[in-house]
């Protein structure tokens, strides 16, 4: 058996590739918009829908298999999830009508989806107790990596084989990928050593204590659990609107397409920084003070949106932008751990994850139909700035759990 510290690596490794391979075929899906809408006509608004309904549907079940991965472990999950997002898109090829659209994609896909930030971020929050947020930091850097480098395959198998060969050939290959590394995950090292070598526990490696942390059953009667969820909620609501929105903020501006592009890019590749960045801090300081750091970058850098209208000006926007997204995606994690511990990270989290999927979906649907009535993104972005300011109030309201012996207190 290999010693457990050397073994954490490995997972650390393989939770990097599924995120990046989970997380960058989603992204990918918008490579998909032009050939389906010149396909079979649908608008815009109607293919942006599939996205989110698999947005919403990775959010609801994820609490699902947040109780799961608790109680069965990552390997069955992984391995159950893999096959639903690869069967998702191989029925995809297949496509006839819209409502297999929804089906395929927003429902089956978007459940194989489900896993991808519970498995990853909670199987990794469990191997490393010490450097918790530095690992969780170097693991949410695949989400960049994958959103570089999927959407790039996409765009090649299309001009080579068609858009349906494509979106088959990366279902078949992410599933059997995720499937086959799913199979050397495990749930913490204490497991692990108990079963294979209860004599030697604790000679090579800290063993964290997997039960540390309240139960379930006294997480869920806690104001600070519905306070994070909130905070996730208005978090990634805004979030979102950003993502989705930003290049045709650009293009109105007059920034010619490639370029707009070059603005997301930018978001995408900064934020590698970001969360590698702040995975440090959390070590140091915990994950509140990073979000604090971010909530100031995010509003200093939406104010400066209200005047940015040239290439150079959205340019700069994106490189503080993509230092916050990054900094908030890596924290949240952490934070739950350092609230909550260990013991049910996985179903607690997948809470957390579905309320902040449920404000990512309503967000971008919301900014449409607001600039659809206005033909504006203006109050759309100040919008955007009264949620971060509540959700960040929630962060400030933030106490540690009274009676317990966690260290959130000292962040």
């Known amino acids: 058996m290999p010693r457990p510290f050397s073994y954490a690596y490995l997972i650390a490794a393989i939770c990097f590739s599924i995120q990046a391979l989970g997380v960058g075929t989603y992204i990918s899906f918008g490579v998909f ?16 829908g ?101 959407p790039l395959l996409a765009g090649a198998l299309i001009l080579h084989y068609g858009w349906r060969w494509a979106i088959a050939l990366i279902g078949i290959g992410v599933a059997a990928a995720l499937a086959l590394m799913a199979q050397f995950l495990r749930r913490d090292p204490a497991a692990m050593i108990l079963k294979n070598r209860p004599q030697t526990a604790g000679a090579d490696f800290a063993v964290p ?27 990634v609501f805004c979030l979102m609107i950003i993502l989705l929105h930003i290049v045709p903020y650009a293009r109105d501006a007059g920034i010619p397409p490639l370029r707009a592009a070059g603005v997301l890019s930018t978001i995408g590749g900064v934020s590698m920084l970001g969360r590698f960045a702040s995975g440090l801090v959390i070590d140091r300081r915990g994950s509140k003070i990073v979000m604090h750091a971010c909530f100031l970058l995010l509003l200093g850098d939406l104010v400066w949106l209200q005047f940015a209208d040239r290439l150079w000006g959205l340019y700069l926007f994106a490189a503080f932008y993509g230092l916050a997204h990054g900094g908030f995606f890596t924290a949240i994690s952490p934070l739950v751990a350092e609230w909550f511990g ?65 260290n959130c207190e000292l962040y």
């Open 33 to 48: 918009f032009n050939p389906l809408m010149e396909e079979f006509g649908w608008s815009r608004a109607v293919i942006s």
């Open 209 to 235: 204590e997997a039960d540390l942390g309240l139960s379930l059953s006294q997480a869920v009667r806690t104001v600070q659990l519905w306070t994070i969820c909130l905070l996730n909620l208005f978090l």
């Open 342 to 406: 260990i013991r049910f990270h996985g179903s607690l989290f997948g809470i957390v994850v579905c309320f902040g999927t449920l404000g990512g979906a309503a967000g971008p649907l919301a900014a449409g139909r607001l600039f659809d009535l206005l033909g504006s993104y203006q109050l759309t972005f100040r919008i955007v700035i009264g949620m971060a300011l509540v959700a960040w109030g929630l962060l400030l309201s933030l106490r540690p759990v009274k009676g317990t012996d966690l």
């Open 50 to 150: 599939a996205s989110s309904t698999a947005f919403l549907c990775a959010g609801v079940f994820g609490i699902l298999v947040g109780r799961l991965n608790d109680r069965f472990g990552p390997r069955r999950i992984m391995s159950v999830t893999a096959l639903l997002l690869g069967l998702g898109c191989v029925l995809m090829a297949r496509l006839t009508s819209l409502g297999e659209l929804y089906l395929f994609y927003g429902l089956i896909f978007g459940m194989g989806l489900s896993a991808i930030d519970v498995i990853a971020l909670t199987t990794v929050a469990r191997w490393f107790s010490q450097r918790r947020g530095f690992m969780t930091g170097i693991v949410k850097v695949g989400t960049g990596a994958g959103q570089f480098a999927i």
